[in-house]
């Protein structure tokens, strides 16, 4: 299977920036997609950013002008970068990459573990 590991989460001041990281590692053969997510206490899980194989980002309106996914494929890595962070996103982060792997080119998507982003003064 496909496993990720995601780094970079802490406490920042309003107005901070943070860097977080995701690295898959496994038989991958191919990353269709590329994913942040993230959920605030008592709150469901909602999209921050994607980017996809050809290169297309999206993200959410919250965030869109302060936080910038972006994607290392040889290292199979997806980062986001978060500039301007404010106390309404502080969250759990979670990455998730959908694509192909082993052999069988057979499908995965994969979450990561989490980590713990605050921003508080």
């Known amino acids: 299977q496909v496993q990720l590991v995601e780094s970079g989460g802490g406490l920042v001041q309003p107005g901070g920036s943070l860097r977080l990281s995701c690295a898959a590692s496994?038989?991958?053969?191919?990353?269709?997609?590329m994913r942040w997510y993230r959920q605030a206490p008592g709150k469901q899980r909602d999209l921050v950013a994607a980017?996809?194989?050809?290169?297309?980002?999206n993200y959410a309106d919250p965030v869109k002008g302060r936080f910038t996914i972006s994607r290392d494929n040889a290292k199979n890595t997806v980062y986001l970068q978060m500039n301007s962070l404010k106390p309404e996103d502080t969250a759990v982060y979670y990455c998730?990459?959908?694509?192909?792997?082993?052999?069988?080119?057979?499908?995965?998507?994969?979450w990561g573990q989490g980590t713990q982003v605050t921003v508080s003064s």
């Open positions: 998730n990459v959908e694509g192909s792997y082993g052999s069988s080119w057979s499908v995965f998507r994969s």
């Open positions: 496994g038989s991958i053969r191919s990353i269709a997609f």
């Open positions: 980017v996809r194989v050809g290169g297309s980002i």
